[in-house]
């Protein structure tokens, strides 16, 4: 079974994701950085957790080529 995650964290990372695809990678640290510049939030586990489900959708995406 999968983590279970709030519905605000994944609508503000589809909505991430869909503004700016092009921006994130595989890659949590990279895009807790990215997070970080975009999302203006306060709290450090919000943007963990919101980067850490963008890091598992670009997983989920199949690879160009």
């Known amino acids: 079974m999968g983590k279970v995650r709030q ?3 994944k ?3 589809r ?3 869909e503004l700016y695809p092009d921006k994130f990678s ?3 640290e990279h895009n ?3 997070v970080d510049e975009l999302l203006q939030v306060e709290s450090k586990p919000l943007k963990n957790r919101v980067a850490g489900y963008l890091t598992s959708l670009i ?3 199949p690879q160009k080529k």
């Open 7 to 9: 519905v605000y964290i």
């Open 11 to 13: 609508r503000a990372a």
């Open 15 to 17: 909505q991430l994701l």
């Open 26 to 28: 595989t890659d949590f």
């Open 32 to 34: 807790r950085q990215v």
């Open 59 to 61: 997983k989920l995406q």
